[in-house]
Nanobody, 126 residues
Framework: QVQLVESGGGLVQAGGSLRLSCAAS????????MGWFRQIPGKEREFVGA????????NYALSVRGRFTISRDNAKSTVSMQMNNLRPEDTAVYYC???????????????????WGQGTQVTVSS
């Protein structure tokens, strides 16, 4: 089992930046793909981005490509997402997620991810 805890959400004006962090604990000795999803009320949870265990592969949703950057520190069992040039449509609850894999291919499918954090609210005002 792996426990994930997000932090770093908040309120920011459009064009501003936030950095989300996710700390993993428990069985962190395995290789995990780490991903970020987001959800607004009444809508499906959507894929934002993911990074492989090695850090060599990363994938982003088209809507955030060029604005969001994922990084990870396996020694500290953390993954972060730097969000720049935020837009009001980025407002959502952001979730950190993980599944066991050492492969460089990354899934954007919510059901593949076995472990989830509790979420952190990001609100972007116009």
């Amino acid at each position: 089992q792996v426990q994930l805890v997000e932090s770093g959400g908040g309120l920011v004006q459009a064009g501003g930046s936030l950095r989300l962090s996710c700390a993993a604990s428990g069985h962190t000795d395995k290789a995990y793909v780490m991903g970020w999803f987001r959800q607004i009320p009444g809508k499906e949870r959507e894929f934002v981005g993911a990074m492989s265990w090695s850090g060599s592969s990363v994938n982003y949703a088209l809507s955030v490509r060029g604005r969001f950057t994922i990084s990870r520190d396996n020694a500290k069992s953390t993954v972060s997402m730097q969000m720049n040039n935020l837009r009001p449509e980025d407002t959502a609850v952001y979730y950190c997620a993980a599944y066991v894999s050492s492969a460089e291919t990354l899934s954007s499918t919510r059901q593949v991810y076995d472990y989830w954090g509790q979420g952190t609210q990001v609100t972007v005002s116009s």
